[in-house]
């Protein structure tokens, strides 16, 4: 590494890139079901994974201990403060999606289902995002300079004698 470079952040976690792919995937499929309950719940299982790869690169495990487990939602707020109002959001359809999960015939309607998806996506969009500018970009190329330098003009010293 030269004087003027700073050094490169550290590359994404396998884990977190992972996840964040089995978010895409998870989107994708979610897109494909015709049930609303089935669309819905597999859209809000991306996000979950989404966030889970964005507590992968940003935490390490606790020591052991008996702690009380935590929601993925509660951690990514406190991980990631600029993700808080995505946590929220997200935290508060976890009900609805147990609820499509069981199976309950009125649990989401169509436009629920549509809309998680279109929000999911955003958000995985943005967790893509926040973990790509924590990974290394490629350093910027020297300019390049000629190994010849600018005649300086004859005329003008002369003319100065």
């Known amino acids: 590494m030269s ?12 884990a977190a890139g992972q996840l964040l792919e089995q978010a895409r995937r998870g989107l994708t499929e979610a ?6 309950r089935q669309r819905y719940a597999a859209a809000h299982l991306a996000a979950l994974r989404a966030a889970a790869a964005v ?9 052991s201990g008996r702690r ?9 707020a406190q991980v990631a403060p600029e993700l808080g109002e995505w946590a929220t959001f997200f935290a508060a ?7 499509a999960e069981a199976g309950l015939s009125h649990a989401v309607t169509e436009r629920e289902a549509d809309d998680l998806v279109r929000d999911v996506g ?6 893509e995002n ?4 924590a990974a290394p970009e490629p350093p910027a190329p020297e300019p390049v300079r000629s ?6 003009a004859a005329g003008n010293a002369a003319r100065r004698k």
């Open 130 to 133: 926040a973990l790509n500018s």
């Open 93 to 99: 359809g976890a009900a609805k999606r147990a609820a």
């Open 3 to 14: 004087a003027g470079q700073l050094p490169l952040p550290p590359a994404l976690p396998a």
């Open 122 to 127: 955003a958000f995985v969009a943005v967790v």
């Open 68 to 76: 009380r487990p935590r929601s993925a939602w509660v951690l990514l």
């Open 55 to 63: 507590l992968a690169a940003r935490t390490r495990p606790e020591a």
């Open 147 to 152: 190994p010849f330098t600018r005649p300086r």
């Open 31 to 36: 897109t494909g079901y015709v049930d609303p």
